[in-house]
Antibody, heavy 117, light 103 residues
Framework: EVQLVESGGGLIQPGGSLRLSCAASGFTVSSNYMSWVRQAPGKGLEWVSVIYSGGSTYYADSVKGRFTISRDNSKNTLYLQMNSLRAEDTAVYYC???????????WGQGTLVTVSS | DIQMTQSPSSLSASVGDRVTITCQASQDISNYLNWYQQKPGKAPKLLIYDASNLETGVPSRFSGSGSGTDFTFTISSLQPEDIATYYCQQWFTFGPGTKVDIK
């Protein structure tokens, strides 16, 4: 069964750092495009970052320079390193496999990141 | 950047009603348009890909159509379990969502 399980969320002070993990099963992370999407409380979906199978990475302007997407092939796990966190980064963060370059499926269950003092 | 709009932003309909949601892109995106369902407290779920293809396992009451800049998502007979927010998406841009409730 294809499955994604996120972890690493929590309460963090503004300016702090956090690393999210997304453990995959049923498929190989390194052979796929993988992405992070977030959803602020009561708001819609916002794409955050993508890593292509070849290793290229891209970011939304709102997180560029602060967030880093990466993967560990030996652990079949996707990561999102989040630095210089701001209140507006508060959201549920989902990881998703991206098929055909733009189809997000499946999604993980999400992990909540709260940035607050 | 391509912008996506959806209408309506919310709707209430009765069980058995036909429900239609529209999504418009700011420029031609061919058929690169997907639809997702998100139930409260849950992750989004892919329903329709490439504008009109039903994802495996998704009930046939859901359908999609359109190409270019104008797209339509339809629930032919609304069921109580369809209460959710529906999002269109092209590449790395999601529409603002349409919240569907039961009247």
């Amino acid at each position: 069964e294809v499955q994604l399980v996120e972890s690493g969320g929590g309460l963090i002070q503004p300016g702090g750092s956090l690393r999210l993990s997304c453990a995959a099963s049923g498929f190989t992370v390194s052979s796929n495009y993988m992405s992070w999407v977030r959803q602020a409380p009561g708001k819609g979906l916002e794409w955050v970052s993508v890593i292509y199978s070849g290793g290229s990475t891209y970011y939304a302007d709102s997180v560029k320079g602060r967030f880093t997407i990466s993967r560990d092939n030996s652990k079949n796990t996707l990561y999102l390193q989040m630095n210089s966190l701001r209140a507006e980064d508060t959201a549920v963060y989902y990881c998703a496999r991206v098929s055909s370059g733009y189809i997000f499926d499946p999604w993980g269950q999400g992990t909540l990141v709260t940035v607050s003092s | 950047d391509i912008q996506m709009t959806q209408s309506p932003s919310s709707l209430s309909a009765s069980v058995g009603d036909r429900v239609t949601i529209t999504c418009q892109a700011s420029q031609d995106i061919s058929n690169y348009l997907n639809w997702y369902q998100q139930k409260p407290g849950k992750a989004p779920k892919l329903l329709i890909y490439d504008a009109s293809n039903l994802e495996t396992g998704v009930p046939s009451r859901f359908s999609g159509s359109g190409s270019g800049t104008d797209f339509t998502f339809t629930i032919s007979s609304l069921q109580p379990e369809d209460i959710a927010t529906y999002y269109c998406q092209q590449w790395f841009t999601f529409g603002p969502g349409t919240k569907v409730d039961i009247k």
